[in-house]
């Protein structure tokens, strides 16, 4: 029997912690036996590059500040009670737990130190032999960041809650309102950007209000919010054939959105949110109008474009840095077509596996694989509850087997089968009774949904 299958669970443990442990300079490359293959990020992409190395004569780390994979396709169906947090998200841990040659550090990467091969981990500093930064994007506001307060995005789970916390507080806060003006504002809902997210957070919320909400409330008429999608370019969905964004726009207004085009917003404030001269008094902004990189580019100074995504070489690899790749929504890289990889689950997958490819080859001397192709699936967004569009190459589809093909799709890339499960029986249960069973306030304080005259009547009863 070998040292390694003589192993206990808890030397294997004392072993990987000592493995961890850092020596008196603060790295820990001392004491490894293997080469380290460090992933910063476990979205689609990082957890691609971990499994693709998973039969590599390599030790993996894969680092994430979160300990859960999120699946962000969907987090606007936690912000708007479709879903609940807990059906979209993995442990980390639970997903690799079968990988004997990975281990997960929880942490939130502060720098890289190329010169000595250490990532910086709060306090820690931990060495690599190769380093994949898989570090995803955030929020862009576009020189406006103090926008952020008052139109939150959706990028984490805490996004997610804090959407559904303001949509579910507006109907609360106007049910008890007695001033009819302020009670409009808080009916009203703007989402900001015509991409995928904001199509779909526009169609969710107009649903949630006149559906699920419908029958709730005594004092208002959920029916009666306005919801508006704002887009500043000349069509919703640019990145669709304009005969599909066409069928987006017509089935968005059939649910009862207002869709403003050609109308970028100049103003975001907590009453609202200024569109050239005009303005729209609202309870509820959301963002859905950019990305920005992560700061890789700034951890490595490396060249960026606009967006602060890194430029990287063909096969993923960080100009001057042969051991640094980048994948995923941190990195510009555009095909032999001058087409730019795009930020999709797709995408990061398929480089992921490409540059564990590329690590192995290097690893065991091997030739390096071929040249990285991305393969195009499509593009999907759904308008509600049964119309979608797809767009696969010449291929068109729109309404509801459009609608269906897109559920198939996002639970087929749900980890876990419990998580498909679940997601698609909740989806079933809201189709066919048009309700939302995560319909939960959280993190309000218990006096909020009193305003105005309602919290004077309150204060003068006691």
Not at 249 to 278: F, H, Q, W
Request: charged share 25%; net charge positive.
């Amino acid at each position: 029997m070998t040292a390694l299958h003589a192993m206990t669970p808890s030397t294997a443990r004392h072993a990987e912690a000592e493995r961890l442990s850092p020596t008196t300079d603060g790295s820990d490359k001392a004491l490894r036996r293997r080469p380290r293959v460090i992933v910063v990020g476990a979205g689609f992409g990082g957890l691609a590059v971990a499994r693709g190395l998973a039969r590599s004569p390599v030790d993996v780390l894969v680092v994430d500040r979160q300990n859960y994979h999120l699946f962000q396709p969907l987090l606007y169906q936690v912000a708007t009670a479709g879903l609940s947090p807990a059906d979209i998200a993995w442990p980390i841990r639970s997903i690799l737990r079968h990988q004997g040659n990975a281990t997960v550090a929880l942490g939130r990467v502060t720098g890289i130190d190329t010169e000595r091969r250490d990532v910086l981990v709060g306090g820690r500093r931990l060495s690599y032999d190769y380093l994949v930064l898989a570090t995803g994007a955030r929020h862009a506001y576009f020189g406006h960041e103090d926008w952020e307060p008052v139109a939150p995005g959706l990028k984490k789970i805490d996004d997610a809650t804090l959407v559904r916390q303001r949509i579910l507080m507006a109907f609360e806060r106007a049910e008890s309102e007695c001033n009819p003006e302020e009670r409009r504002r808080l009916l009203n809902f703007v989402v900001v950007g015509g991409g995928p997210t904001g199509v779909e957070m526009a169609g969710a919320i107009a649903e949630l209000a006149k559906g699920a909400l419908a029958m709730d409330f005594r004092s208002i008429d959920p029916k009666d919010a306005r919801i508006a999608l704002v887009e500043a370019g000349p069509r919703l969905l640019p990145a669709f054939a304009e005969s599909l964004s066409a069928v987006a726009k017509r089935s968005l207004e059939k649910l009862g959105v207002e869709v403003l085009l050609g109308r970028p917003v100049t103003e975001c404030s907590c009453s609202g949110v200024a569109i050239g001269e005009d303005r729209i008094a609202a309870g509820t902004i959301i963002w859905a109008a950019g990305v920005m990189a992560s700061p890789a580019a700034r951890w490595l100074a490396a060249e960026s474009d606009r967006a602060g995504r890194v430029k990287v070489l063909p096969d993923f690899a960080v100009p001057g840095h042969d051991d640094v790749f980048a994948i995923g929504d941190t990195v510009a890289l555009t095909d032999e077509k001058g087409r730019t990889l795009p930020g999709v689950a797709p995408a990061a997958k398929q480089a992921g596996r490409y540059v564990a490819q590329v690590i192995d080859a290097r690893l065991q001397r091997k030739p390096a694989p071929k040249p990285f192709r991305y393969r195009d699936f499509g593009n999907l967004a759904t308008i509600g509850r049964k119309v979608a569009v797809v767009e696969m190459g010449p291929v068109k589809i729109s309404g509801f087997s459009a609608w269906l093909l897109w559920s198939l799709a996002h639970v087929y890339f749900l980890i876990g089968l419990r998580n498909r499960l679940v997601v698609a029986l909740s989806w079933i249960w809201n189709y066919v009774t048009f309700q939302r069973g995560a319909r939960l306030i959280t993190g309000a304080e218990l006096d909020e949904p009193l305003a105005g005259s309602a919290r004077s009547e309150i204060r003068q009863a006691s």
